[in-house]
DNA sequence: CGCACTATTAAGTTATACATAATATGGATT
DNA sequence: AATCCATATTATGTATAACTTAATAGTGCG
């Protein structure tokens, strides 16, 4: 090839590497052929003569789009279109211990934020088996919440069911997502120490107003049983 | 099927591509290495060299790094640590046209749910200042809710605010990256039809809330702001 | 008809060469 | 000696070709 002719059109774009066009250009391409999910995409030197660039720079692009799940390949069969999963990249840089200590909080404050205002997509989604279900889990809890020692298992199961009531998918991955960020700034340095335990609402309170109560009063009940984080934030 | 004659090298006729160890065998690398942000790298001939790899499959490992935000490169310099930004390619992802309807509509959901639940953040974190630049964002609109019309503009300003004084950088990014999503399922045919419009808390509403209220009635506001939102939903 | 063999195909991988841009080196001029 | 310009060096960026592997299709044989 031509190594002359190469910088023609490339002038404007200055510090973006031929992948980075390649990437934008195929996702547009794909937007453009109307491909659905499952479709199977041109070979990729189809598509290196088609951008004008070489196998390596498709590879390279191509491989962006595969870890955000865009797309996916098999021996012979080609690439196919598939569903992006939004959150499945973002879990593997959720390493705590590469995050910054500020993103950390903020991963903190985003659960709390998060749980607190899902209170009307439960209420609109909630079944009574689902509450059925939620009674089960916290059944072996004790009615003292003064006594109730943090289990980290139950907790999981409590809170993990009720983003499942949601129904939003997207958000049950976040909390898996999460969870654990979540669980290692709790038990960090990050905050500060872990207040006196008052009187809060308990699990099984929360439940008592998922079958009673309204959105905003569950809401509220779920700032309450938060009290002891928000302490250690403020 | 002979399984007897498999065990060997099961592991290894797994799915996983030679990239996909390299990069994370790369990242053990780095760990091992202690290597802090800014820190450069071994050049990618090293690297080929000692994990026993093509300078392809290393800079194809490398290139899941970069869109990351773990490493940056550049020309000569190297390529070097860099603090991951957990956002940035959740971003790109964010192609209105290839997420599923569902996604869409979680993420429609999502952004309700955190601005229901950021109440706690903003009344800890917001000062006089905050709410002087609020009111003066809400100047313009009309008292009359009823004849509020829908400023694209004016939302993100007044809603972006509202992220800001959180103090919540990855909820910032959040919005950033939700807004657009948001404006698209909202013009888009996925949800029902507008509904009649109703009286509802306008901003101007929350800011007075943000100045006299408190979390709890704030949260309350919130949802009977986004109101329209939920009715097209449920 | 059914089974096994092989031929083909497309991605996975390697190797090499060259381009580009930033940096370092060295020497010439003042 | 200090400044400046040309050149060499270096590491990433890009291109190309060849080879490997696994899945599929096709073919021929029983």
Redesign the interface.
């Known amino acids: 090839m031509d190594y002359a002719n190469m910088h023609d059109d490339l002038r404007l774009h200055e510090q973006t590497s031929l992948?980075d066009k390649a990437e934008t250009e195929l996702?547009d391409f794909?937007?453009e052929q109307q491909y659905k999910?499952g479709d199977v995409i041109p070979k990729e030197v189809e598509l290196a003569v088609q951008l004008g660039v070489s196998r390596?720079v498709i590879?390279?692009a191509l491989?962006?789009l595969r870890?955000?799940?865009?797309v996916e390949t098999k021996k012979k069969r080609g690439t196919v279109i598939t569903?992006?999963d939004?959150?499945s990249?973002?879990e593997?840089?959720?390493y705590p211990?590469?995050?910054?200590d500020?993103?950390l909080r903020?991963?903190f404050?985003?659960r709390?934020?998060?749980?607190?205002?899902?209170?009307?997509?439960l209420f609109?989604r909630i079944t009574q088996r689902d509450i059925d279900e939620l009674y089960a889990i916290v059944a072996d809890e004790p009615v003292n919440t003064e006594e109730m020692i943090f289990n980290a298992d139950q907790e999981v199961r409590f809170h993990g069911k009720l983003y499942e009531i949601?129904g939003?998918?997207?958000?049950m991955r976040f909390q898996q997502m999460l969870l654990p960020t979540f669980e290692y700034v709790h038990k960090s340095g990050l905050l500060k120490k872990q207040v006196q335990h008052k009187k809060f609402v308990s699990h099984r309170g929360l439940v008592d107003i998922l079958q009673h109560g309204t959105?905003?009063t569950f809401?509220?009940a779920m700032?309450n049983h938060f009290e002891n984080h928000?302490q250690r934030?403020?």
């Open positions: 992948v996702l794909f937007q999910t390596t590879r390279e491989q962006r870890m955000r799940g865009m569903n992006p939004l959150l990249l973002l593997k840089t959720m211990g590469i995050l910054a500020e993103t903020d991963i404050e985003l709390l934020v998060l749980e607190i205002g899902m209170g009307d997509l609109e949601t939003n998918h997207t958000l959105a905003e809401r509220n700032r928000f934030l403020f």
